[in-house]
Structures are given as structure tokens and as C-alpha cells.
């Protein structure tokens, strides 16, 4: 499903401040997987996410998803990956504040190059999948955090991408919220999702199938 | 699709107050503009029809027919026609006149005095007063009867109607049927006949805003030529405008000669073409140059306020874009939702500024304003709205291209 060989990433790339964020990295995620990648705070985590989820370029290597070079394409390609074949879900959330919840949960399928006429009931069903179905008219800005991560999960699962990619997506929860939000990722996962979670925080890695841990930009 | 509209109204209903205001301002670019391009355009109207003549090397001529005998009922001694003007002046190429026709109707067999003119041809084609029924009248030579085109009226003439006109020459009168082919409306201006002259002298001079009201009698208006090629035809001595032009090799003291020998024939007045078409000029753009400062501050404040208002709400949606960039929107998209903003606002403008142009044409207020569409109104639209779309897209633009989705993302 997703296939990483030797990926490098430097920041500021010729300038005297240049930064080699990712070193050299490979690595295969399979179909269905559950995997954390963990690493301390700067280990080049949300870097290689961030290029996983084809919203930053790297410098040298190699990344296929569903066998499709992600090298040198279209900006128009790119959003169309984004849009149907990654689901991504942050820290801070990233909903829109002044949308409702299913507003939110609607964008992909709004920018979805497909026009269909059941967008609402798509994103009901999303929303049913995480329990925020009763939430749908809520504006998101009204929902407490394990509501708006939600929220976010089931935008990130409503076009049905290949992978869904997760940056601390417990960062700003409280514990029980934090434990309720890896349930429903598991959950995913026992219904044949692909689910990348970067997190650092142990607990949460350990209730993955695998572990890939980063320092300093390499794998270890 | 839908995103972007949410997003548009959303971040307009933010930020309501400044987008009222810019609505305002436009708006008002809009109703000021239509009043000052209709009332160009209403100007114009009566300048282009005649505007070689206007422009060329000539002189504008007023003719009185009371002049000639100091008595109307004695009508001999006119210049019949342009030809005969011409055989008398250092060879002018061309004159146009009005024709003063002595006339009166007969209605019931009582005699009705009216206001007879007759015009030549080019006048015929080239002017068509505004009229509110019928049509103008035509120099087709085929037309079976006299046509005419008459004022408002007391005596009930209409469209179609079929009237006797007794018509004089030096021996004789003839009583003819006269077909009514339009009726003007009320203080249109005609060409020919004349007031006293105020302010200075532009093109003006050459019509006439003619209301049965206040003259008292109907008038009615023919074809001269059409009259001339009658059997015993009525007498239609030149009468009041005229306009004379000379090839530019005719020299100006010729020309003044001229006018020395017209003012002995009649011709009350005359005046260089020259300094009639500078003022002429002066009056056809005086609009432009009143409401122009108008329309130029309330653009700067346009510029001001669009500008101030677009930067202040695309950053606060920058991290909203960045959201529609993750979920598959290419970044330079995110310019769409600017510019459906935009076109939000310059549409409320222009509905709002069609509602004040209508409630200013219905109420008394539309004597102050003659407003006319036109397609030069259109073009002004035009041009204002591509020119606010640029101004409100300069910030959203250098916004957006300053940054990429992740630093928004990540910050
Ligand atoms: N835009 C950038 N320009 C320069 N350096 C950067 C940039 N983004 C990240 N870095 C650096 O790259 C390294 C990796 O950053 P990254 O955000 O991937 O770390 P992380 O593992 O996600 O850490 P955290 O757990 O704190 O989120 C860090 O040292 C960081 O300072
Ligand atoms: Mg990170």
C-alpha cells in the first residue's frame, strides 16, 4: 500500500541554515495495517507525515501509494491523492470553525472530482461510523475536543482514502478522551483500514500492530 | 462548489459592517455613473444627428418670418427654399432649414390656429424627437398623402386620424387631408422654431422643447419636400434654424459678409459654428466634470476599504484554506472563494443600485435626473466591476502565494 525507499528531506536545502529533517528512510506499510511512528520530539516525525500525506516535497528516494510514484506530478494530481486516497487527522484538529460538523465532514466529497448527489448521506454515515451522527448540525466550534476529533476522523474516512494518516491525534485530548479516540482507530482498523499514527507517547504506540521508531531523521 | 459559497457568506457575514460599507460605495459609483452617462448620452443625442455640421466651417442661423413683413399675414418676400439661399451667399455646400408653413385647421368648420413647420429631408432622417405614439415622419416620396406629426393636442388627434389643413400660398388656400403618423411628446425637443437665448449659445439653439400646454396651440410637423411637390403648392419660407456649412476655402470674411446680407433677409441671428461647437463641447461633458471628482473619491474609498477588508479576512482564512488544500483542493483554488466574495458584493451593488435608480425614476425626484439605459451605462458597469474585482484580489493574492498550506498548518 505504501512503500518509503530511502527518503531524505533537508530543510533550507543550499542555505547556511539547512537541516536534514529525514535521513535515508524505507519503509513498507501494508494494506490494513495498523502502524505507530514514534520518536522524540524532533525525530522528523510530522516530516515524514507531512510528505506522506503529499503535503510537502522531499529532496531524494522514492514514495509509492497504491504503486503510484508521488515524484514530479501535477499539483492537480496531487489534490486529487489528497482528496481520494489519504485521510488525514491532526493535533489541533483542523476543522473549519464556522462550519457544522457535517460541513466539515462534506469537504472532501465537495472537492471530490466525482459529482454525486448523496454527499449528505455519505457524510451522515461518516459521522454515524465515529458516534457524532447526533452532532451533525452542531457547529464544530461548539464541540468539545473528543467530539471535534471525531469529527475530523470521519472527514478523513468519508471518501474511503487507502491510508489514513494521523499526526498526534490524541496531543490535545485528556487521557479517557485520548483512549476513546485510539478505540475508534482500532476499530477502523478491525473494519481493513490502513492507519499511520504518528504519536510519542508509548501507551498509544503500543496499541499498534507495529512500531517504527525515528531519532534524529533515521530509522532505528 | 458548496464549501466555497459557505465560506464566501461566512466570512462576508463576518466582517458585515465593512462589507456593507464597500456595498454602499459602489453602489453609489454605480447610481452616480448612470446619471452621469445618461445625461451625457441624453445630450448627445441631439448634438451627434448634426455634429459634421456642428464641426465644420459654417454658421448657425436663426430665420423670422414676422421679420421679413413685420406681418405674418403677408406672406411674400421669404426665401423659399435652401436653393434660393444658397444662389444669394459666397457658395456654401450644403444648408439645412426648417420651414415656416402657413397654415390653419379646420375642425367642425371652425378655423383652429396652429403651428405649421416643415423640415428638410436631412433633418427628417437625421433627428427623430421622442414621440409617445406612431412613428416619425417619412421622406419616402411614394406616401400617398400628407403625413404629419402633431403635439399633444385638446382636438383629439391621434394616430391615423385623417385632418383638414387649410394651407396659403400668395393667390391661393387649399384645404388637404392631413394624416396624423405620430404624436410627440410633451416638451420633446424638435428642431426649428426659437426662444430667447440664455446663457451662452451651444447646439441647444437649433431645438426647440416644444409643450402644447404652454404654446397653446398644437403644432404639427411635415416634410417640406413633400409639401413642395404638391399642385399649387403652400408657401414654406425658411424659419428659424439653419445651418449653413462653407468648404473650408471660403474665407471668414466672406462668411461674414454673408451673415451682413442674411441679417438683411430675415436672419435675426447668426453665429460662427466655431465658437457654438466649443461651447456645444463644454455643455456635453459638463456632467463628466461634476460628477467625475464624485465618482473618483468614492472609488479611493472603494480601493481603501476592499483592499483593508480583503487582507483582514484572508488571513483570517488562511488555516481554512489550508484545511480545503489537505482535503484535496489545489492551493491556488483557495483564490476562488476570493473572488466569489467579490462577485457577492459587486452583485448586492448592483441590485441594490438598480432599486435606487428605479425609486429615483418613479418619484419626483427624476426631474432632477434624466436617466436612460444605454449600452455606454453597460460598459461603465463593465468597467467598474472588473476594476473593483482586481482591487479586492490584489491582498488575497500576494496572501495566498506568500505562503504554503503546511507553514499554516504546522505554525
Ligand atoms: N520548516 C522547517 N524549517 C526548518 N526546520 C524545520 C522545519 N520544520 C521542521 N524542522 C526541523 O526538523 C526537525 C523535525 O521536525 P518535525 O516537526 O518533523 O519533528 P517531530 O518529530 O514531529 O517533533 P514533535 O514531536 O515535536 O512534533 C526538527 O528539528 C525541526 O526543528
Ligand atoms: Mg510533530
Known amino acids: 500500500m505504501i512503500q518509503v525507499k530511502n527518503i531524505s528531506k533537508i530543510y533550507n536545502k543550499g542555505k547556511s541554515n539547512a537541516f536534514q529533517a529525514l535521513d535515508n528512510i524505507s519503509f513498507s506499510v501494508e494494506k490494513g495495517e495498523l502502524v505507530s511512528i514514534v520518536g522524540t520530539s524532533g525525530a522528523g516525525k510530522s516530516t515524514l507525515l507531512h510528505i ?36 488525514l487527522v491532526m493535533q489541533d484538529f483542523a476543522l473549519v470553525d464556522d462550519f457544522t460538523a457535517i460541513q466539515n465532514v462534506m469537504l472532501p466529497l465537495d472537492f471530490s472530482k466525482e459529482k454525486r448527489s448523496d454527499k449528505k448521506e455519505k457524510a451522515m454515515a461518516a459521522l454515524r461510523s465515529v458516534g457524532m451522527d447526533k452532532f451533525a448540525n452542531n457547529l464544530s466550534n461548539k464541540l468539545s475536543g473528543g467530539q471535534k476529533q471525531r469529527t475530523a476522523i470521519a472527514r478523513a474516512i468519508v471518501n474511503d482514502p487507502d491510508v489514513i494518516l ?17 478505540e475508534l482507530f482500532k476499530m477502523l482498523h478491525n473494519d481493513g483500514k490502513t492507519i499511520i499514527i504518528v504519536t510519542h507517547d508509548k501507551e498509544i504506540a503500543a496499541q499498534c500492530e507495529r512500531i517504527i521508531e525515528i531519532s534524529d531523521g533515521k530509522i532505528v | 462548489m458548496g464549501a466555497f459559497i459557505r465560506t464566501a457568506v461566512n466570512t462576508i457575514k463576518k466582517n458585515i459592517t465593512m462589507n456593507i460599507i464597500t456595498t454602499l460605495q459602489i453602489s453609489a459609483v454605480f447610481v452616480i455613473t448612470v446619471i452621469m452617462v445618461s445625461a451625457v448620452c441624453v445630450r448627445y443625442r441631439c448634438y451627434t444627428p448634426f455634429r459634421d455640421y456642428f464641426e465644420g466651417n459654417g454658421l448657425f442661423c436663426i430665420f423670422s418670418v414676422e421679420a421679413y413683413t413685420g406681418n405674418i399675414d403677408k406672406v411674400y418676400d421669404v426665401i423659399e427654399d435652401t436653393n434660393e439661399l444658397m444662389s444669394y451667399l459666397h457658395g456654401p455646400e450644403k444648408i439645412v432649414a426648417c420651414h415656416h408653413l402657413s397654415a390653419y385647421a379646420e375642425v367642425n368648420d371652425q378655423i383652429c390656429d396652429i403651428q405649421g413647420l416643415s423640415y428638410d429631408d436631412e433633418i427628417i432622417d437625421r433627428y427623430e424627437p421622442e414621440l409617445s405614439s406612431g412613428r416619425w415622419i417619412s421622406t419616402d416620396k411614394e406616401a400617398d398623402m400628407i403625413e404629419a406629426v402633431v403635439s399633444e393636442n385638446d382636438y383629439g388627434w391621434n394616430v391615423g386620424d385623417i385632418i383638414q389643413i387649410v394651407m396659403l400660398n400668395t393667390e391661393t388656400s387649399v384645404k388637404r387631408d392631413v394624416k396624423i403618423v405620430g404624436i410627440l411628446k410633451e416638451n420633446t425637443k424638435i428642431p426649428g422654431l426659437f ?128 484545511i480545503y488544500y489537505v482535503t484535496g483542493l489545489q492551493w491556488r483554488q483557495c483564490i476562488l472563494i476570493n473572488l466569489l466574495q467579490s462577485v457577492i458584493i459587486i452583485i448586492s451593488a448592483f441590485i441594490l443600485s438598480i432599486v435606487c435608480v428605479a425609486v429615483l425614476r418613479y418619484t419626483n425626484l427624476s426631474d432632477m435626473f434624466y436617466i436612460s439605459w444605454n449600452k ?3 460598459f461603465s458597469f463593465a468597467g467598474i466591476t472588473v476594476f473593483y474585482i482586481i482591487i479586492s484580489m490584489i491582498m488575497p493574492l500576494i496572501m495566498i502565494f506568500n505562503v504554503t498550506p503546511k507553514q499554516i498548518l504546522t505554525k
Not at chain 2, 445651418?243 to 436672419?267: F, H, N
Open chain 2, 195 to 322: 426662444s430667447a437665448r440664455i446663457g451662452t449659445d451651444t447646439y441647444n439653439l437649433f431645438y426647440y422643447p416644444y409643450s402644447y400646454e404652454y404654446e397653446g396651440k398644437p403644432l404639427l410637423l411635415f416634410s417640406y419636400s413633400q409639401l413642395a411637390g404638391l399642385e399649387n403648392a403652400p408657401l414654406q419660407g425658411i424659419y428659424s434654424s439653419t445651418l449653413i456649412r462653407y468648404d473650408d476655402s471660403v474665407s471668414a470674411e466672406e462668411i461674414k459678409q454673408d451673415q451682413r446680407l442674411m441679417s438683411t433677409m430675415g436672419c435675426v441671428f447668426s453665429t460662427d459654428l466655431k465658437e457654438l461647437d466649443k461651447n456645444s463641447k463644454d455643455y456635453l461633458h459638463r456632467h463628466i466634470y461634476d460628477l467625475l471628482p464624485i465618482i473618483i473619491v468614492l472609488l479611493i474609498l472603494v480601493v481603501v476599504s476592499s483592499i483593508s477588508s480583503s487582507a483582514l479576512s484572508t488571513r483570517k482564512r488562511l488555516r481554512d484554506y489550508a
Open chain 2, 376 to 378: 455606454y451605462i453597460l
Open chain 1, 52 to 87: 506522506l500525506a503529499c503535503i510537502d516535497n522531499y529532496d531524494a528516494g522514492e514514495y509509492y501509494i497504491d504503486n503510484v510514484l508521488i515524484k514530479n506530478i501535477s499539483e492537480k494530481r496531487l489534490a486529487e491523492i489528497r482528496n481520494m486516497k489519504i485521510g
Open chain 1, 166 to 182: 494521523a499526526d498526534e491525534p490524541t496531543g490535545a485530548l485528556d487521557s479517557k478522551t485520548a483512549s476513546e479516540i485510539m
